[in-house]
């Protein structure tokens, strides 16, 4: 293998990781519950001019996360108008953005690129970065700026008290963001960093050092801000719920659920790591013993981190596999440092069995959507990303066969699982119940002057909110809470017009309401059976009697 060929551009791998995970994320091919606090109150956001309070979409206020999450959503509406895309967008760039960081954070700790290229290959195929990257929720924004920190931290593990001032200020701004993204995971995190800063066997780093007054002063204004800002505005009340999430609701003391969740976190954290992993398998102790005498205080430091994001599992009232991608960059650097030091290159058997599985599910996928789609009828720029996922197949293909760059082809192998699986999903997810909203009140020239009251499921409700856009209000008369029909009915009472769904429809009388199909779907308990009848005639009349339908409602004038 030559150099040229050795050397992984971060650049490539970013791109790369943008471009075959996009067409999955930027569209709700799936959508995941939580994003619908994040979406709905970046659209009261731009409703009601009120860019700090954070609300429910019901009405209700909510505090349980710090803002940040809520400005990255709102941010991708003020520039790409509210949809499914720019709800997504910044959530990708930041998933892509952790493979670049998780490659500097192994070149600041090691200057080997092989190293760091082994590092961002194995991070960017890492499924819970991948579907954290999809979804417009907090936890890729808490991967990326605990990669940051990490950075920082990298920076102190190899310079000691002469650590140059950037990484102090990488450390510092990125746990302030992380804070304001999270909350106290983030601090969890930061606090074992410096625990073990300021312990550290090998290079003790004083105090003096870490005391580096205006970056500190910056991080601290931008990591409270938001608290202090709600403190004044709605009083202490709101750290109540605040508090509950990050504490209450999540820190339990039951010793066998604690043993349990444990458990479960240590070895999820190892299986988001296959198959990288079980070509570290062999020859372990000696490379452990390596990479332990190359390089001791980081070693400890990825352990600590490693163990320290398990034990906060552990202590959740239900873990989250999600949880661990704070901690998952720097255990892929450990993890690619440890590989580079085994010979992961000449384990060329075991990672052409790698490859061709994941070609396998891949040609599987291919073949499967491409008949999905021939049997219900699709645009041509499906067929475009067709043709686009065979070209890839075969260069993958073609390096396994030639012996060239295998760790980069099984990388690849994986996140082109997330592409060609969007080829499929394209007809049963999408048009999404947003997009049908959107297009009923468009052809029947609604106008947004009425509130809408929405009765159904409330992660439906948000995609309705984002297809709708600011322009129409709507309220969940549902909500998170369970209501008699009796208080629906009441509710719906103080609504014009309402979205409502199938299974609520029966209690709303033809005589008092006009009531039309808006929108229809597959029902997720029914894909399997739907999948097989694709190809029968009369296959639109079995969505319907197989889907979820949501229809609209006008009250009839007396």
């Known amino acids: 293998m030559s150099l040229k060929e050795a050397q992984i551009n971060p650049w490539v791998i970013m791109a790369v990781f943008t471009l075959l995970v996009g067409p999955f994320a930027l569209n709700f091919h799936m959508h995941f519950p939580d994003e619908m606090y994040y979406s709905d109150a970046a659209v009261k956001m731009l409703q009601n001019g009120d860019y700090l309070t954070t609300y429910l979409g019901n009405g209700e206020l909510r505090f349980r ?4 999450t809520y400005w990255v959503v709102l941010a991708g509406f003020k520039l790409f108008g509210v949809s499914a895309f720019s709800s997504r967008i910044f959530f990708l760039i930041a998933g892509a953005l952790t493979v670049g960081l998780t490659y500097l954070l192994s070149k600041v700790l090691f200057e080997n690129k092989k190293v760091a290229g082994i590092s961002a290959l194995i991070i960017a195929s890492n499924p819970v970065l991948i579907f954290a990257a999809t979804r417009s929720i907090p936890d890729v924004l808490l991967g990326l700026t605990m990669t940051a920190s990490a950075i920082g931290f990298a920076g102190l593990i190899r310079y000691g008290d002469k650590v140059p001032k950037k990484f102090l200020w990488i450390l510092y701004l990125s746990l302030a963001l992380a804070f304001e993204v999270k909350g106290l995971p983030a601090l969890a995190l930061g606090g074992l960093g410096f625990i073990f800063l ?89 490379t452990l013993k390596t990479t ?238 739907l999948i097989q009848q694709v190809n029968q005639s009369g296959f639109p009349e079995l969505v319907k009697e197989n889907g979820k339908i949501y229809y609209w409602l006008e009250r009839k004038q007396n």
């Open 292 to 529: 332990w005498n190359e390089n001791k205080a980081f070693f400890l430091f990825a352990l600590i981190w490693g163990l320290g994001i398990v034990a906060m599992g552990a202590m959740t009232a239900k873990f989250y596999e999600r949880y661990l991608l704070p901690v998952a960059p720097v255990v892929a650097v450990f993890l690619g440092w440890n590989l580079h030091r085994a010979g992961l290159e000449f384990k060329k058997l075991g990672l052409k069995i790698a490859i061709a599985v994941f070609l396998l599910l891949n040609l599987i996928l291919i073949a499967l959507g491409l008949w999905i789609n021939i049997n219900l009828g699709s645009g041509i720029w499906v067929y475009f990303q067709v043709v686009f996922a065979a070209l890839v197949w075969l260069y993958l293909l073609r390096l396994t066969l030639s012996n060239k760059k295998l760790p980069k082809a099984l990388s690849y192998s994986i996140l082109l699982i997330f592409f060609t699986l969007s080829i499929g999903t394209l007809k049963i997810s999408l048009p999404d119940q947003g997009s049908q909203l959107a297009d009923f009140v468009k052809t029947n020239q609604i106008k947004p002057s009425d509130e809408i009251g929405f009765i159904g499921n409330i992660h439906v409700s948000s995609k309705i909110r984002i297809g709708l856009g600011p322009d129409f209000y709507m309220t969940d008369i549902t909500g998170e809470k369970n209501l008699t029909q009796e208080e629906i009915l009441v509710k719906a009472s103080h609504f014009s017009k309402l979205i409502v769904e199938d299974d609520f429809l029966p209690e709303f009388q033809s005589d008092s309401y006009t009531i039309e199909v808006a929108s229809i779907n597959w029902d997720s308990k029914k894909i399997p059976y």
């Open 65 to 68: 996360k710090p803002i940040g």
């Open 198 to 286: 300021i312990s550290n066997p090998w290079q003790k780093i004083h105090l003096k050092t870490l005391f580096h007054f205006p970056a500190l002063i910056l991080s601290l204004f931008i990591g409270l801000f938001w608290f202090v800002a709600m403190w004044k505005i709605h009083g202490p009340t709101y750290l109540d719920s605040f508090l509950s999430d990050q504490v209450g609701n999540r820190v339990q003391a039951r010793i066998w659920l604690i043993l349990k969740n444990g458990t479960i976190a240590f070895f999820t954290l190892l299986a988001v790591f296959l198959p990288w992993l079980l070509f570290a398998t062999a020859k372990l102790k000696k």
